[in-house]
């Protein structure tokens, strides 16, 4: 009979286990909102989830389909802030939830060490930083605790039933969540060795039959190999080969069973204080290692990516360009930044503020993978060159498995600005029938077949203006000849000549530039030149001022290289070789872009 003293005990266990299983689920859900957030803004761009029964069934059919499902019809939501956090900490919680009620049954229900219930899933929640990593791993290590679970309930002295039930909870969770069912095969065994079930040899027998079935879903192309059929590998992209993290986190499972067996053969009845002090000392331990691993190997160049990635889906365009962390060597960050600048209309006017690399900074080489046509879409399509926008934004579609709802977009208004209704209409039709994006597809309806709202509408109109008149192809002779080509059908597109001429100043081609300022200068939006190509004119042509004069440059611009040249003079006759003391005064001008090297 238990004493009143031993009452307060188990209250106080009880207690301080709800307190632990709070406390490390509210610690995991601030760092991985501080450490992973824009990560699960991208996962939520890496598919469009539809609300459709054919859709639903693709991805209920194959092997893991289940928890293929349930990860994205999770992450859809991810596109709300904190949401991405949340739903990883909650998912933690319930995988940890199960681990501990299994561990239980081997320490005789004692709550000691209840902490460690969180490993498998805390520490895989740390691999999803990695984006090439699915969602639905998550999703399947919850579903294979409470598989285990279940198991647990079955009598371990009734070996029929209980190899039976094994058996049949092992293939079903391999239908529903691939690998992970070996995993738990695996753990049932350890578990049924450690509590010596009856004829527990025979808990074998699961692990084999699993190992069979995922041996015919290899042979027959049901999966594509074994590392998918077996391992961590089937919850990652195939190009992406999962880390000693992922292979940590799969096996502290049968390792903490292990320790809460240990742990159930310590006598503790009179000692609950010691035990309650042990418990909280190994849930600080499991916070310290969380974060310190967390923190390990963070990449924050590859998060500054995400961040701007994220504010070019949603525009946020103040914040894509007040991003930090960005180098101006990695031109994929350069060409986002200067995308952000282009929208704010700063691109020429600050275009010298920022360390520039050269034109690759505005544009970068093309590379054929996703995340780059995703960016140069976003380019071409910034500047009106709509057949090659059009080319790279359905290449990334295509490239992501499960599409990619900020590119479908700008497919659709691509599809309307050509006229091609009936296959905008087919896009529209499908993202209607998504959650967050159904809205916006729907408003965008009332342009198909329409030419008149098209060519009204400011966004739309003004890119139709900016089609050429021929048939010609887009991204065959360089950027600039297709840049030539929207100013041609539409002088107006500032944005595109003002991108023109940033290329052109970075450059530093003074022929080219010459060129482009007697053929568009003075014509629509060129009618007043921009001040950084008065100042690459008076650059070129300073011992003709009557020719910059005819061609848009005003006295104050003639006027301040004057004194700059002279400042630049001074400074050489002095024996300066460097030329930053002119970067108070001159900084933000092409002239100091060109003497700085």
């Known amino acids: 009979m238990m004493t009143t003293e031993d009452g307060k005990s188990f209250k106080g266990s009880v207690w301080l286990s709800v307190c632990i299983f709070l406390g490390i689920c509210i610690l995991q859900y601030f760092f991985l909102q501080q450490m992973q957030e824009f990560t699960y803004f991208y996962r939520e761009q890496q598919q ?13 059919k194959p092997i893991g389909g289940f928890a293929t499902l349930a990860g994205q019809w999770l992450v859809q939501f991810f596109v709300l802030p904190h949401v991405g956090a949340m739903v990883s900490a909650g998912l933690t919680l319930l995988a940890a939830l199960f681990t501990w009620l299994t561990m239980r049954k081997l320490n005789n229900h004692s709550f000691l060490l209840s902490s460690l219930a969180f490993l498998p899933a805390l520490l ?38 209980r190899t039976a039930g094994g058996v049949l909870l092992t293939l079903v969770l391999f239908y529903l969540a691939g ?15 450690l509590r010596k079930a009856d004829k527990s040899y025979l808990t074998l027998f699961p692990l084999v039959l699993v190992l069979l079935v995922g041996i015919v879903a290899v042979y027959f192309g049901w999966i594509v190999d074994y590392p998918y059929a ?52 190994m849930a600080v331990a499991v916070c310290v290692a969380f974060v310190r691993i967390g923190d390990a190997d963070n990449n924050k160049a590859y998060y500054a990516l995400l961040k701007q990635i994220h504010y070019a889906d949603t525009e946020e365009w103040d914040k894509l360009t007040g991003v930090s962390d960005i180098s101006p060597t990695n031109d994929i960050q350069m060409n986002y930044f200067n995308l ?22 505005l544009m970068a080489s093309y590379v054929q993978y996703t995340d780059m046509g995703v960016l140069m879409s976003r380019l071409y399509y910034r500047l009106g060159v709509i057949g090659a926008a059009q080319y790279q934004a359905f290449s990334a579609t295509v490239g992501i498995t499960y599409g990619n709802p900020s590119m479908t977009k700008l497919l659709i208004k691509t599809y309307l600005i050509n006229g091609t209704y009936r296959i905008a209409e087919k896009q529209i039709n499908m993202l209607e029938k998504s959650w967050y994006y159904a809205d916006w597809a729907s408003e965008h309806r009332k342009f198909l077949y329409n030419d008149a709202a098209v060519e009204a509408d400011p966004e739309l109109g003004k890119m139709r203006k900016s089609l050429p008149d021929n048939d010609g192809y887009a991204m065959l002779y360089g950027i600039m000849n297709d840049l030539e080509t929207v100013l041609d059908a539409n002088p107006d597109n500032k944005e595109a000549a003002e991108y023109a001429i940033a290329l052109l100043l970075l450059s530093k081609d003074f022929d080219y530039i010459k060129a482009f300022v007697e053929r568009y200068g003075g014509k629509g939006c060129l009618t007043q030149l921009p001040e950084r190509l008065q100042e690459a004119i008076v650059t070129y042509s300073e011992h003709n001022p009557d020719y910059c ?21 001074n400074l050489r006759r002095s024996g300066a070789t460097n030329m930053t003391r002119l970067a108070a005064e001159y900084g933000k001008t092409f002239w100091y872009y060109m003497v700085k090297g």
């Not at 930083?129 to 009734?158: E, M, N």
């Not at 848009?552 to 004057?562: A, C, K, L, M």
């Open 48 to 60: 469009i989830f539809l609300f459709d029964s054919e859709h639903i069934q693709g991805l209920l």
């Open 124 to 161: 895989y929640s740390l691999c999803l930083r990695d984006s090439f990593v699915h969602y639905d791993g998550l999703v399947a290590l919850v579903l294979g605790a409470l598989i285990l679970w279940l198991y647990t309930i079955l009598p371990k002295d009734r070996w029929m039933l």
């Open 340 to 361: 952000g600048l282009s929208h704010q209309g700063r691109l020429l006017t600050d275009l010298f503020a920022y360390s520039q690399q050269g034109v690759n900074s």
């Open 549 to 569: 004069r005819a061609h848009g440059v005003s006295e104050d611009t003639i006027e301040r290289f004057s004194r700059f040249r002279q400042e630049v003079l």
């Open 230 to 281: 077996f391992w961590t590998k089937g919850y990652c992209e195939y190009y992406f080969e999962p880390t000693a993290l992922h292979t940590l986190s799969w096996l502290c499972l049968p390792l903490v069973m292990a320790l809460a067996w240990v742990s159930g053969k310590w006598h503790y009845t009179k000692k609950r204080i010691l035990a309650m002090a042990l418990d909280a000392g």
């Open 179 to 193: 690998s992970v069912a070996v995993l738990v095969a695996l753990t049932m065994l350890v578990i049924d060795i």
